[in-house]
């Protein structure tokens, strides 16, 4: 039984993972900014955590993850704009690390991007910095002395999940439910053995597990 501290658990993928890991009898702490996100938190089956990601100190985020395991960064801006993208995807991930070694916690899973995102499209000063911030955010993560999973999926969708995915360290782009990373992070996280890899992830063939099981130790 893994217990793993979500950062991001309101969104749209961490709440899903929050109901997948309660599911499975982990043991799940929420962190989410807004104070009525809480009941619904809890209603998936974690146990809320009020802290925002743009104005929590290292400590204060240490403090909240002591205990864990796992940490899963899974909070985002959206591209909603600069500031915020550098605020949450940047400066928030790297906070994230850090508490995360200073808590003594030995894994970390970052949702982050897909190095494809937007190619062949007309891209906005605003997600030209959101990829950005994303890559800086993967560099980060992967010169820390973590156990480090970084998972890149494709496009998000609300499409209902199917259970079956393409992962590899190296794969074509294509679009991926919210419902699929989510049960693929269930699988990252229970399969103890991923350390230190960056995947890639669209919609595919292979049943998550199956498809997280094959990629290249």
């Known amino acids: 039984m893994a217990n793993v501290f979500i950062v991001g658990a309101a969104g749209k993928v961490g709440s899903r993972l929050v109901k997948r890991l309660s599911d499975n009898d982990h043991q ?3 962190m989410h900014r807004k104070p009525e996100q809480s009941d619904s938190l809890t209603g998936l089956g974690g146990k809320p955590c009020l802290l ?7 400590d204060s985020l240490a403090t909240a993850m002591k205990g864990a395991d796992t940490v899963v960064f899974s ?3 959206g591209g909603a704009s600069v500031e915020l993208t550098n605020a949450v995807d940047g400066e928030g991930l790297e906070k994230s690390v850090d508490a995360a070694q200073a808590a003594g916690v030995k894994r970390f899973i970052l949702v982050s991007a897909f190095p494809d995102a937007g190619r ?3 891209i906005s000063e605003t997600f ?10 993967d560099v980060y993560l992967a010169q820390s002395k973590l156990d480090w999973v ?4 494709g496009t998000l969708t609300l499409e209902e999940g199917t259970g079956k995915v393409n992962a590899g360290l190296a794969i074509k782009y294509g679009d991926i ?10 699988a990252i996280i229970e399969n103890e053995g991923i350390s ?5 992830l669209t919609e595919g063939e292979t049943p998550v597990r199956e498809a997280i099981a094959s990629v290249p130790a």
């Open 150 to 153: 970084i998972l890149r999926p």
């Open 120 to 122: 062949g499209k007309h």
């Open 196 to 200: 230190r890899k960056i995947i890639e």
């Open 177 to 186: 439910s919210r419902d699929d990373v989510a049960e693929t992070l269930l």
């Open 52 to 58: 925002s990601i743009t104005d929590a100190s290292v």
């Open 128 to 137: 030209e910095n959101y990829m950005r911030v994303k890559r800086l955010a």
């Open 28 to 30: 799940v702490t929420a």
């Open 75 to 77: 909070a985002g801006a």
